[in-house]
């Protein structure tokens, strides 16, 4: 089957709420196999509404529509449906009697606008919503199979796989096929140069096909295969991959789940050893990173936040005549941050990250950061220049940061 989307609501339009639906049943529909080309978001406008569900209903096999089934007088997929099928509106008596009783076992009376609710499109069936109290819609139009789901997340996750997903393999002709993809996570070039290294693989590349992804400082790498089942997929990827692999060699570091925080964690834990961390200018966001990973607690110890000098000095012991003839922006403060978070925290691994985030220059120019990291066996410390404003350049000192320790423990300082 060929599918297509439809998010329904102005707020998506006016950049109020990122259309996460389209995303997620993008992500379902792709690991189904079935095949999805087009997606759409239309505003809250009846007119607008109804010709894209009567125009997509022309052209393909199944239309999965988001939001616009609430009570309010905004919400309009209902109306449209009718108006894209031709159809009369119809009152489920049975419908309405269960929003009552919901309403009723709440306590609380159910105001008159919440009857649009138990209204449907003749011809179409109501899908029942355990999470909220919109019920969702099945319906033809024309040879078109048209799903009508809530806009809440929650609600339309659980009814897309209940009664969509299902429904759209079992119409599929015969043409589906398994998907399978592999993400091979990259750090330490650009984007452009790990490009050249892999365009002739790129631009021959149709199944398994390759795209690539830049995100905070790391490269990902896609590859997806399609086959007619999930082996024979695994075996189109494999011969990519390990090509890829043996070109970019130490550039990649992880693949699919393995994120840079589960690296560092896994590392430090094979080796028995804890981590703490060390930050002025990102603020705790690498304890944040860490800390995001379940079970972090076996191996992060803690972090702490210096900002100032007198902090540094505090909380870190870092001597404020180091500070003063060095700077705050300096190797030599980030080592003996390192080396306070060692003592103070009682760590086996220490990162520890100064710099300047900007706008404006602090010690040094803005976009500068200095990353130290000390283990049982040494410390290094590097220093690097990062383009971007502020929040930009607090993300890729983070990720940076992880990487540092990544480096630290796998180069044999450890
Ligand atoms: P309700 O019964 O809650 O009114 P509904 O079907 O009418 O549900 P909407 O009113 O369109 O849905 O959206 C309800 C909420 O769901 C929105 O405020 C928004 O937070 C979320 N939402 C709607 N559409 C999307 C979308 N495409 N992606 C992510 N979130 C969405
Ligand atoms: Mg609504």
Not at 89 to 96: D, K, Q
Request: include cysteine; charge should be negative.
């Amino acid at each position: 089957v060929n599918v297509e989307v439809l998010a329904v609501g102005t707020e998506l339009l006016l950049g109020q709420i990122i259309n996460t639906n389209g995303a997620h049943i993008g992500g379902r529909l792709a690991e189904f196999g079935l095949g999805h080309y087009r997606q759409a978001v239309v505003g809250d406008n009846l007119e607008r509404l109804t010709e894209a569900i009567r125009e997509t209903a022309e052209r393909t096999d199944a239309l999965i529509i988001t939001g616009g089934l609430g009570p309010t007088q905004d919400d309009l997929t209902r109306e449209a449906m009718c108006g894209a099928a031709g159809v009369e509106m119809r009152h489920s008596e049975e419908y309405e009697d269960q929003l009552r009783e919901m309403w009723a076992r709440r306590g609380r009376q159910m105001p008159a606008s919440n009857l649009r609710q138990a209204q449907f499109p003749d011809g179409a069936e109501m899908l029942p919503n355990h999470k909220g109290t919109a019920p969702g819609l099945r319906m033809r139009i024309g040879s078109c199979l048209v799903f009508a789901l809530p806009g809440v997340p929650e609600e339309m996750e659980v009814m897309l796989d209940r009664f969509v997903l299902p429904a759209l393999v079992g119409e599929d002709r015969g043409e589906r096929g398994v998907i399978v993809s592999r993400l091979l996570r990259t750090w330490g070039e650009s984007e452009s140069r790990v490009a050249e290294l892999l365009a002739d693989i790129y631009s021959g590349s149709t199944n398994p096909t390759l795209a690539f992804l830049a995100s905070g400082g790391e490269i990902k790498l896609r590859l997806t295969a399609r086959a007619t089942d999930a082996a024979a997929a695994e075996a189109a990827i494999g011969p990519m991959e390990a090509e890829i692999r043996d070109r970019l060699g130490g550039l990649v570091f992880g693949a699919d789940a393995e994120t840079i925080e589960t690296v560092v964690l896994d590392a430090c834990r094979r080796r028995g050893w804890r981590i703490g961390a060390a930050e002025s200018m990102t603020g705790g966001l690498v304890a944040a990173a860490l800390t995001g990973v379940p079970g972090a607690s076996e191996v992060f110890a803690g972090g702490i936040v210096a900002y100032t000098a007198s902090v540094k000095d505090a909380a870190l012991g870092v001597p404020a005549s180091l500070i003063a003839e060095h700077g705050q922006v300096s190797a030599e403060v980030a080592l003996a941050m390192a080396d306070g978070a060692v003592d103070r925290l009682g760590v086996q691994v220490a990162v520890a990250v100064t710099g300047s985030a900007g706008p404006d220059p602090l010690d040094r120019e803005a976009g500068t950061v200095i990353i130290a990291v000390r283990t049982p066996a040494a410390s290094r410390v590097r220093e690097l220049m990062l383009p971007g404003d502020r929040e930009r350049v607090r993300t890729y000192a983070t990720t940076a940061a992880l990487h540092q320790v990544r480096l630290a423990l796998a180069q044999g300082d450890a």
